[in-house]
RNA sequence: GGGGCUGUAGCUCAGUUGGCAGAGCGGUACGUUCGCAAUGUACAGGCCAGGGGUUCAAUUCCCCUCAGCUCCA
C-alpha cells in the first residue's frame, strides 16, 4: 500500500511510480502540438506512440507509462460550447496510461490496473464494476478467475461503447472500462448496463486491447503481437480521491475558480449547475488554464489552425468575464494562478510564466476592443430598428455581419437584446453561418486529389525499400532505375536506388542536377519525397532511359553550394533570433533555396531596427569564427542532452540527424556549409508580419550577400553625389532638403494666394452689375479658384466665373457665387463646360468645371456671363 | 484554404448622386480664474496605406498590392 495520495502531484507520483516498478519507462509528457497533422491537438496519451502501434516506427522500449497532457477542443468532437455546464468536461486534461507495445497482453494488464485501483488508489473493490466488449470472453474470463470480481458486476457492451478503432483501417480492439458505483443517491442499481449517462457508475479506467488490424474490405486480421493501450482522466480519480462530486472542486481547478470568483467578485455555488454566473465561473477557470498550457507549448492566438482554436477557447472566456459585469483584465491574475498549480508538473510554464502573461494579457486587450466596437455598432443597429417596421426583433443577418465580420459573439447580442425586449432572428443567423461553412468546405474540396498515384508510390516503396541518399558525402554516384513515369511530353518521375539528391524538406529546396546514361539525359528541375523515404526526381527527358539501366546521378554543384549556406545560415539565424527576442521564438515554417532564405517564427510584435541589427550582429560573429559545422548522426537522447531544438513539424525517429553550427545545436537532415564562414555574410534583407504573432524574416548570405552590400552601397554613393555630400552626413543632408522642400511649397502657395488676391481688386473694378466674368490663361484649376475666392470676397460681387487654359494645355472654369444668391454655383457653368468638351459642377457656392477644347472658351464664357446675368 | 470588414491629423473617428479635407481629444503659444486642475483664443500637424485605371476632375468609382481586424474550414 503506497502512502496515501491527496493531491494531483501526488497521484500523478503514484501511478508512475507503480508501472516503473513493473519494467515500464517513465516518458514525458509530450507537446500538444502533435507531430500527427491529422490532429490539431494531442487528444489522448496514446499519441505521442501512435507511430509504435501502427508499425511506422520500432519502439525504443516495450513498455511505457505516461501523464499526457491533452486538448480536447474543435475538430471533429466541437463540445466546446458545453464546457463548464457539465461536471466532467474539460478543454484541457491529463491522461495516465501504461502502454505495451506487443509485450504484455491481457493477463498482465487487467490484473495491474485492478491492483493499482485497489491498492494504490485506494478504491473499494466491492464497488468497481467491469464492463467488456461482448465478443471478449478471454477479457471477461481474467477479470473473474484471476482478480475475482463477481460475475454479477462484469457486464457486457456492444461496439458502441466497448470497441476502439483509430481510423477508417489500422490497428483496432476491444475494450474493457472499469466504473466506480457512486452509490443509491445517484440513481438506481443495475451497473453500468443500466446507466448509460453515468451518473451513479462513473467510468474512470479504460483498457484498450489492440489485437486486429482493420482492412479496408471490412475484415479483421489478428496483429501478430497484440499491444495495450489505457487511460484514465486525472482529473475524474482526483475527484474520487479527494471525495468531490465534480472535477471543479479539485486542486487542480478549485484555485482558479476562487480567483476568477475574487476577480469578477462573483459568489460561485458549488454543485449548482443551474446558477448561470457559477457556469461562467468555471468557464474562467477552465479555459485560463487550458490557455496557458496551449501557450506554453508554443501555440499562439491566430485567425487559423489550432492558433484559432486557443482563441476561441480564450475568448469564450473573457466573453464570460465580460457577462459577469467585469471591465477590468481577469485573465492575468488567472493565468498566474494557472502557472502555479501545474508549474510542478510541468516545469516549463515556470521559464515561460511572462510570456505566456505577454500573449494573453495581450490577447485579452484586444479581444476587448473587438467587444467595445461591436458594441458600438451593436447600438446602431438598435436605433435603425426603432425607425423601422420591425420594432421589436433584430435582424438575423445583422447579428451575423457582427460575428463574422467584426468578432462580436451571438451569445452577447442576444444578452443585450434581450434587455431591450428585443428579438434576435435566430433561424437567419443560422442559415447565414451555414452558407460561410458550405463556402469554405467546398474550397476545401478542390485541394484533395489523386490517391492513385499514392498506392503507386507505396508500392514501389514495398518492392525496392527506401531511397539510397548519399547527398551528405558527395555530390555525384552512379545508380539503378527503378522506375520512370511519363507525366506529359516532356517531363518525367524518376526513382533511383541510390541518389546524390536532396529531397525537398525541412525547408530546403529539392536538388537539381542531371540523371544520364549513354542513351539519354534527364535534366532534374526537383527532387521531393513521394513518400516518407522514398525520393522522386522530376525533370525533362531528351533521348531515352527505362527502368533498369544504369545512370550517373550527379547534382548542380553551384546550386547545391549556395543552398548549403543558405541553411546553415538558417540555424545561425534561428539561434540569433532566440538569442535577441527570447526563447519563445520558434520556427514556423522556412524555405531555403540557393537564392535566398525566409525564416517564420512565432514573435508578438514587430521587429524593431535595433532588434534586427543585434540580430545581424550576432549571426555574423558566428560566421567570423570559421568554426567547423558538425552534422552527425546519434542517438535521440544524446541529442537533447547537447541541448538539440528541433524543428517544429519534422519528425524524427530514433536516431537523428544533428547540426552544430557555431553556438546553435538543432535537429535537422539538411545539407550545409563546412564552416561557418562559408557563408561569408549573412544579410537580413526584409521582415514583416504573415499573420498575428507570426512574423517572417528573410536574408540572403555569401556572394548574393555581397551583391546586396554593393549595390545598397551603390544607392547611398549616388544618393551622396546628388546631394553633393558624404554618406555620414547623407541622412542630415537629406532631411534638411525635406524640410527645405516643404517650406518651399509653403512659400509658393502663400504667394499664389496673395497674387491671386492682387489681381482680385483688378477684376473686382470690371465687375458689370455684381458680375465678373473673365478669361485668364496660364493658371492652374487651383489657382484659378483660389483667384475667384478672391474675387467673390468683395461684398458687391454676386458672381464670378473665370476660365483659362491651364499651363497643361486644358481648359479650367470655376464659378462662385456670393452671398444671398441662391442659385447653385454649378448653374453658372454646365452649359459652358459642355461647350469646351468636358463636364463639370458642383455644389453651392463654388463649382468648377474642366474641357479640352480651348477653341471654344470664349464662346463658353459669353454663355455662362448669359447663365450668370440672370441671377442678379 | 475560402469569405467579410477596415486603412483619412500624434490618438479616436466623421466625410453620398466625384468638385483642391473636417470634429473631438492631444500638442504648442498667449491669456483668464485659481485647488499642481479648469477655461478662452490662436496656431502647428495630412502625397486621405501604396500602385494602376476611368474622368475635365478621384479621399470618393473600378482593378491590383501591402497592412490590420474578423468569421468559417
Not at 499562439?300 to 482563441?311: A, K
Not at 467587444?371 to 436605433?383: A, C, D, I, Q, V
Not at 554613393?717 to 537629406?734: C, H, P, R
Request: charged content about 25%; proline content about 3%; aromatic content about 6%.
Amino acid at each position: 500500500m503506497a502512502a496515501e495520495i491527496r493531491t494531483a502531484n501526488e497521484l500523478r507520483k503514484a501511478f508512475t511510480g507503480f508501472f516503473e516498478q513493473r519494467g515500464h519507462t517513465k516518458v514525458e509528457s509530450a507537446s500538444l502540438i502533435p507531430h500527427d497533422p491529422t490532429i490539431l491537438f494531442t487528444v489522448a496519451g496514446m499519441v505521442p506512440f501512435k507511430p509504435y502501434f501502427v508499425g511506422d516506427e520500432v519502439a525504443p522500449y516495450k513498455r511505457a507509462v505516461s501523464v499526457q497532457k491533452c486538448a480536447r477542443a474543435g475538430g471533429k468532437h466541437n463540445d466546446l460550447d458545453d464546457v463548464g455546464r457539465t461536471k466532467r468536461h474539460c478543454v484541457f486534461f491529463e491522461m495516465l496510461g501504461n502502454f505495451s507495445f506487443g509485450d504484455y497482453f491481457k493477463t498482465d494488464a487487467i490484473p495491474w490496473s485492478w491492483e493499482l485501483v485497489t491498492e494504490v488508489f485506494g478504491f473499494d473493490g466491492d464497488q468497481l464494476w467491469i464492463t467488456v466488449h461482448e465478443s471478449d470472453d478471454e477479457a471477461e474470463q481474467i477479470w473473474h478467475d484471476q482478480v475475482g470480481v463477481p460475475m454479477n458486476r462484469i457486464q457486457r457492451l456492444g461496439d458502441a461503447d466497448n470497441f476502439w478503432q483509430m481510423g477508417e483501417t489500422g490497428p483496432c480492439g476491444p475494450c474493457s472500462e472499469i466504473h466506480i458505483d457512486r452509490g443509491p443517491s445517484f440513481g438506481p442499481d443495475g451497473g453500468p448496463l443500466n446507466d448509460p449517462k453515468g451518473d451513479r457508475f462513473l467510468e474512470f479506467w479504460n483498457l484498450v486491447f489492440m489485437q486486429f488490424n482493420q482492412d479496408k474490405d471490412g475484415s479483421r486480421t489478428a496483429l501478430p503481437k497484440p499491444s495495450i493501450d489505457t487511460g484514465a482522466g486525472l482529473e475524474r480519480i482526483l475527484a474520487l480521491k479527494q471525495g468531490k462530486d465534480s472535477i471543479w472542486e479539485t486542486d487542480v481547478l478549485f484555485p482558479l475558480i476562487e480567483q476568477a470568483q475574487s476577480a469578477t467578485s462573483t459568489k460561485y455555488l458549488i454543485g449548482d449547475y443551474e446558477d448561470k454566473s457559477s457556469f461562467s465561473l468555471r468557464v474562467l477557470a477552465e479555459h485560463a488554464r487550458s490557455a496557458t498550457m496551449l501557450v506554453n507549448d508554443g501555440v499562439f492566438p491566430s485567425n487559423e489552425g489550432r492558433g484559432y482554436v486557443l482563441r476561441r477557447i480564450f475568448r469564450r472566456a473573457v466573453r464570460h468575464a465580460y457577462l459577469l459585469g467585469t471591465d477590468k483584465l481577469v485573465m492575468p491574475k488567472l493565468v498566474e494562478t494557472a502557472v502555479e498549480i501545474m508549474q510542478e508538473a510541468h516545469p516549463t510554464l515556470k521559464t515561460n510564466k511572462d510570456f505566456i502573461l505577454g500573449v494573453l494579457t495581450k490577447e485579452e486587450e484586444s479581444f476587448r476592443q473587438t467587444l467595445k466596437n461591436g458594441l458600438n455598432l451593436l447600438e446602431n443597429e438598435f436605433s435603425a430598428i426603432k425607425t423601422s417596421k420591425k420594432k421589436s426583433t433584430l435582424s438575423g443577418k445583422s447579428a451575423f455581419v457582427l460575428h463574422d465580420t467584426y468578432g462580436f459573439p451571438l451569445e452577447l447580442t442576444q444578452e443585450i437584446a434581450g434587455e431591450r425586449n428585443i428579438n434576435v432572428d435566430i433561424t437567419e443567423f443560422e442559415t447565414e453561418m451555414h452558407a460561410q461553412r458550405t463556402r469554405a468546405k467546398a474550397a476545401r474540396k478542390g485541394a484533395a486529389s489523386a490517391d492513385e498515384t499514392l498506392a503507386q508510390y507505396r508500392q514501389l516503396l514495398d518492392t525496392h525499400g527506401q531511397t539510397k541518399f548519399v547527398g551528405y558525402e558527395s555530390d555525384s554516384c552512379t545508380a539503378k532505375v527503378l522506375s520512370l513515369v511519363a507525366l506529359d511530353d516532356s517531363s518525367v518521375e524518376v526513382f533511383l536506388d541510390v541518389t546524390p539528391f536532396y529531397a525537398e524538406s525541412g525547408g530546403q529546396v529539392g536538388d537539381r542536377g542531371t540523371i544520364r546514361c549513354p542513351s539519354g539525359e534527364i535534366k532534374v528541375t526537383d527532387t521531393v519525397f513521394a513518400l516518407p523515404g522514398l525520393r522522386k526526381h522530376i525533370g525533362v527527358l531528351s533521348g531515352e532511359i527505362v527502368a533498369g539501366v544504369e545512370v550517373t546521378a550527379t547534382i548542380d554543384v553551384n546550386l547545391r553550394n549556395s543552398t548549403r549556406k543558405n541553411h546553415t545560415a538558417t540555424h545561425i539565424l534561428h539561434y540569433a533570433l532566440r538569442k535577441v527576442l527570447g526563447d519563445h521564438v520558434k520556427q514556423a515554417g522556412s524555405l531555403v533555396s540557393a537564392e535566398r532564405l525566409r525564416f517564420d517564427f512565432s514573435h508578438y510584435a514587430p521587429l524593431s531596427n535595433v532588434e534586427i541589427e543585434q540580430i545581424e550582429r550576432i549571426a555574423n560573429a558566428q560566421v567570423l569564427t570559421n568554426s567547423d559545422v558538425k552534422n552527425y548522426e546519434t542517438s535521440k537522447e544524446k541529442a537533447t542532452q547537447a541541448g538539440a531544438i528541433a524543428f517544429f513539424g519534422d519528425k524524427y525517429g530514433d536516431m537523428v540527424r544533428v547540426l552544430e553550427a557555431g553556438d546553435s545545436i538543432e535537429l535537422c537532415g539538411g545539407t550545409h556549409a563546412a564552416a561557418t564562414g562559408d557563408i561569408g555574410l549573412i544579410k537580413i534583407v526584409e521582415e514583416g508580419s504573415i499573420g498575428s504573432n507570426l512574423r517572417r524574416i528573410e536574408a540572403v548570405t555569401g556572394q548574393n550577400a555581397v551583391d546586396y552590400v554593393i549595390s545598397t552601397a551603390r544607392t547611398i554613393q549616388k544618393l551622396n553625389e546628388l546631394l553633393d555630400t558624404n554618406s555620414a552626413a547623407l541622412v542630415e543632408s537629406m532631411s534638411r532638403k525635406i524640410a527645405e522642400v516643404k517650406e518651399l511649397n509653403d512659400e509658393l502657395k502663400s504667394l499664389r494666394s496673395a497674387a491671386a488676391r492682387g489681381r482680385a481688386a483688378e477684376f473686382v473694378s470690371k465687375n458689370k452689375g455684381g458680375v465678373v466674368v473673365q478669361r485668364v490663361d496660364g493658371l492652374s484649376p487651383s489657382d484659378l479658384r483660389e483667384l475667384a475666392l478672391a474675387i467673390r470676397a468683395s461684398k458687391e460681387i454676386k458672381a464670378v466665373v473665370l476660365g483659362g487654359v491651364t499651363s497643361t494645355g486644358g481648359v479650367a472654369l470655376v464659378a462662385a457665387t456670393g452671398a444671398g444668391v441662391s442659385t447653385p454655383a454649378g448653374d453658372l457653368i454646365s452649359q459652358a463646360a459642355k461647350m469646351v468638351g468636358g463636364g463639370g459642377g458642383g455644389k453651392g457656392d463654388i463649382a468648377t468645371a474642366g474641357g479640352k477644347n480651348a477653341a471654344a472658351l470664349d464662346e463658353a464664357l459669353l454663355a455662362a456671363a448669359q447663365a450668370s446675368s440672370k441671377i442678379v
